[in-house]
């Protein structure tokens, strides 16, 4: 089975190790505050203890909404509105 191509508002962390992820969650994060209001889903797959540090480390740090939606425990939703 084809491996699904990421869209322009995901990014998948599937197969890199925490660190890396962690710089790739920070960049990408850093690059669409730039452009102003976004949503950006991160998939995780089933590591728990990657979703806790991105949000220990990373988004416990900002003002954007994130989430685990009840649809896929692999995922985070993370929304900046500007007005």
Do not use: C
């Not at 890396?20 to 850093?30: F, H, I, K, M, Y």
């Not at 203890?49 to 692999?74: A, K």
């Amino acid at each position: 089975m084809a491996k699904r191509k990421p869209q322009p508002d995901e990014i998948d962390l599937h197969g890199l190790r925490h660190k890396p992820a962690l710089e790739l969650v920070r960049n990408t994060l850093a690059k669409r505050d730039e452009r102003g209001s976004f949503s950006l889903t991160i998939i995780t797959g089933n590591s728990t203890v990657l979703q806790e540090r991105i949000f220990e480390e990373i988004l416990h740090f900002t003002n954007y909404t994130y989430y685990v939606p009840s649809w896929n425990l692999g995922q985070i939703i993370v929304e900046n509105i500007e007005l």
